[in-house]
C-alpha cells in the first residue's frame, strides 16, 4: 500500500499514523497507566466485560504454578476443544488452539498433532513468562473453544476469525477483520500470516485486504472472494467496541471480538497498545479521523455509546457516504 510513499512527507498527506506518534500523542497523552492492567491481564479484562455485561468464551480453568500444570488433561477431559494462553501475553503469542483431544493425542487447527507432554511444556512455558509483556512470570488461561459463524466460511483457514475496532474517546474510528490462514497456523496474526480486512465502519463490508502488508483478492488456502465479506451484527459489534471506554477508562485502545455461532458478538481482548496495521488493511491513515474526535472537545453531556457509533458511522462510512451522494 505504501510503496509509493517515499518521504515523510507523503506519509502525513496520507494521515497515516507512525509508532512514535502514536505512542507519544494517544497512547501517552490519553491512556493512563493505572489502567494498562485492565486489559494486560486477560483475566481481568474477562470480569469487567462480564460485569458490563458482555458476553465471553467460557472460563474453564486457570494453571498459576508448575504443580498444577499436569491437571490440565482432567480440566479439559469434557470440552472437545479448548484455547490455552498466557494471561498477559501480546501479539498472539503463546496461544495454543485444540480442536479435539482423545486418549492422549491433542489435535491442532492444522490437523497437526502434540502430546501431553507438549501441552504441558507449553503451559510451563507460558508460567515462565515466555509470551508475556516484560517476560514476568504469568499464568494461563484456558477457555471454551468458539465456533465462528457460518457465514464467515471460506473466509478464514483452521481458525476463528476476529474484529479488531479502535476507538478513541469511545469512538470507533477504524476496523478490520483478522482471517487466519494456513500460513499463520490458525491464529488471527497479521504479522504470522493472516489476512486483514479493512471494514468499512458504517456498513460492515470490505474495503480492501492484505497479506504479509501486500493487497490480495481472494483468501490464499480458501479462494474466497474476499470483498463479498460483510459482517452481521455489525451495529452490535461497534456498540460493544464503543463501551469498553466506559469499561476501562482508556480513550485510545484497541477492541478484539469474535462472533460465535451460538452465542453471537463476544469481547475476546482489550488492547491498550494496538498495532498500526489496520491502516494497511483498510487503505486509510488514522490521523484523520482522530484529529476530528479531538476536535469534537469534551462536551458535560457526552454521548452514549450508540450515540458514538451513530456519528462515527456518519463521519467515517465509506459506503454510506458514496450512498449519500
Request: proline share 5%; aromatic share 6%.
Amino acid at each position: 500500500m505504501f510503496s509509493r510513499l517515499t518521504s515523510p512527507s507523503k506519509l502525513r498527506h496520507k494521515g497515516i499514523m507512525g509508532m512514535n506518534q502514536r505512542n507519544h500523542s494517544y497512547i501517552g497523552r490519553y491512556n493512563d497507566r493505572s489502567k494498562y492492567p485492565l486489559v494486560d491481564d486477560k483475566l481481568k479484562t474477562k470480569i469487567i466485560a462480564e460485569q458490563a455485561g458482555c458476553t465471553v468464551p467460557t472460563l474453564i480453568g486457570v494453571i498459576r504454578n508448575q504443580a498444577e500444570v499436569k491437571t490440565i488433561h482432567k480440566m479439559v477431559e469434557k470440552w472437545p476443544g479448548f484455547v490455552i494462553k498466557p494471561a498477559q501475553g501480546s501479539g498472539g503469542k503463546g496461544i495454543l488452539v485444540i480442536i479435539a483431544h482423545k486418549d492422549g493425542t491433542y489435535t491442532k487447527p492444522s490437523g497437526a498433532t502434540i502430546n501431553k507432554e507438549d501441552v504441558e511444556r507449553h503451559i510451563s512455558n507460558a508460567l515462565a513468562g515466555l509470551f508475556s509483556l516484560g517476560g514476568k512470570n504469568d499464568v494461563a488461561v484456558v477457555e471454551n473453544l468458539i465456533k465462528f459463524d457460518d457465514c464467515f466460511d471460506g473466509f478464514s483457514y483452521e481458525g476463528v476469525p476476529d474484529v479488531r475496532i479502535i476507538v478513541f474517546k469511545g469512538y470507533p474510528v477504524m476496523a478490520m477483520m483478522r482471517c487466519s490462514t494456513s500460513a499463520s497456523d490458525g491464529k488471527a496474526n497479521l504479522h504470522q500470516g493472516a489476512v486483514g480486512v479493512g471494514i468499512d465502519i458504517a456498513t460492515g463490508r470490505a474495503v480492501r485486504a492484505v497479506q504479509f502488508d501486500q493487497p490480495i483478492t481472494h483468501h490464499p488456502d480458501t479462494g474466497k472472494e474476499l470483498s463479498t465479506l460483510q459482517v452481521p451484527h455489525w451495529e452490535r459489534l461497534l456498540t460493544l467496541a464503543s463501551s469498553a471506554w466506559e469499561m476501562t477508562g482508556l480513550g485510545y485502545m484497541g477492541t478484539d471480538m469474535v462472533l460465535d455461532k451460538e452465542e453471537g458478538p463476544m469481547v475476546l481482548e482489550l488492547n491498550a497498545r494496538p498495532g498500526l496495521a489496520i491502516q494497511i488493511a483498510n487503505g486509510a491513515g488514522l490521523l484523520p479521523r482522530l484529529h476530528h474526535i479531538e476536535s469534537l472537545g469534551s462536551p458535560a453531556d457526552y454521548p452514549k455509546p450508540e450515540e458514538r457509533v451513530a456519528y462515527a458511522a456518519k463521519q467515517f462510512g465509506i459506503f454510506a457516504k458514496s450512498i449519500q451522494r
